[in-house]
């Protein structure tokens, strides 16, 4: 699946792994983990699909966005977004959900 960076922050760490020690040593690996997943799901039901990211709607003033867990302590958290070519995530924050 398509997708892009909101912040520099977060190219640089999927890019270059600048800033991976901001994290846990088992967020920052997980991330990658999922960038890969993202990488080659042909569109969101894969990742729908695969229980074991909880990819799920939050709610509220964010119910726009999803959420896909990295480990028990941090989500990845994205929204889906469509242009003339389909849909693509914008990948916009880690986040420490304790």
Known sequence: ???????????QLYEEDKGAAKYDAGAAAAFFEVMAIIDSAPDERT????????FEKLKGKRKHERSLRL????RLIVEILSDVEGN???IKDIEDYH
């Open 1 to 11: 699946m398509r997708f892009t960076f909101k912040t520099r922050k977060l190219l």
């Open 47 to 54: 990742l729908y699909g695969l229980k074991s990211l909880h």
């Open 71 to 74: 480990n028990k302590q941090w």
């Open 88 to 90: 693509f995530l914008l």
